[in-house]
């Protein structure tokens, strides 16, 4: 049976999206604009979010939380609620989350 090394209780979540036809170019500029004001969160080690060359309509989030309170507060915060669940969620055709630790 494994164990864990609960030394190190970061939380990595890692989402994948996949915006309605058309909608790229306004997710990008949604996602410009949200991205420094999470990478400033208290919480955050690390936020970044990538579109892919081949199929632009595809969006890869990459992120590190110090812990499980941290990602929730970061869903707690003014520009997530706003520009994510507001804004952006209503244009995509697929999002799915996973969450993960370091080994």
């Known amino acids: 049976?494994?164990?864990?090394d609960n030394a190190n209780q970061n939380l990595i979540v890692t989402a994948f999206w996949e915006v309605n036809s058309g909608e790229e170019g306004a997710i990008a500029a949604l996602l410009k604009d949200f991205l420094p004001q999470a990478?400033?969160?208290p919480g955050v080690k690390a936020f970044q979010i990538h579109q892919?060359?081949?199929r632009p309509r595809e969006f890869f989030f990459y992120e590190v939380f110090a812990g499980e309170a941290a990602f929730a507060d970061h869903q707690q915060?003014?520009?997530?609620?706003n520009i994510i669940v507001g804004q952006a969620i209503p244009k995509l055709a697929k999002?799915?989350?996973q969450q993960f630790r370091f080994i």
């Open 1 to 4: 049976m494994a164990t864990i």
């Open 95 to 97: 999002r799915e989350r």
């Open 39 to 41: 990478q400033r969160e």
């Open 77 to 81: 915060t003014d520009h997530f609620k």
């Open 52 to 54: 892919n060359v081949a």
